[in-house]
């Protein structure tokens, strides 16, 4: 099981830094990806994490703003997003994924927390 928090409300600029616990002992073994979906749209994925934190990948439209990052001791993965614009706006997931799948695409995520809202004020 995943537990995302550390949503909010955060004005244009500002940052906020989101964080999923796993439950599970075999946490360190998954791809970790941080998702988001706004009202009306489809669910994208942000940001994801190979196993080991030594792979990371972004959207293009969080590059240079949002890190992603995994304690496997503390079964926790982050997303620390920096510069918050209105477009930021959504309910952001976390979800776990089997390694060796295309690490960018939602469909290869099984796993999925509950949703905690980010909203970014203008």
């Known amino acids: 099981q995943l537990q995302a928090s550390g949503g909010g409300l955060v004005q244009a600029g500002g940052s906020l830094r989101l964080s999923c616990a796993a439950s599970a002992r075999t946490f360190s073994i998954y791809t970790m990806g941080w998702f988001r979906q706004a009202p009306g749209k489809e669910r994208e994925i942000v940001a994801a994490?190979?196993?080991?934190?030594?792979?990371?990948n972004y959207a293009d439209s969080v590059k240079g703003r949002f890190t992603i990052s995994r304690d496997n001791a503390e079964n926790t993965v982050y997303l620390q997003m920096n510069n918050l614009k209105p477009e930021d706006t959504a309910v952001y997931y976390c979800?776990?994924?089997?390694?060796?799948?295309?690490?960018?695409?939602?469909?290869?995520?099984?796993?999925w927390g509950q949703g905690t809202q980010v909203t970014v004020s203008s």
């Open positions: 994490v190979t196993w080991s934190g030594g792979g990371t």
């Open positions: 979800a776990a994924g089997r390694p060796g799948r295309p690490v960018m695409r939602v469909g290869s995520y099984d796993c």
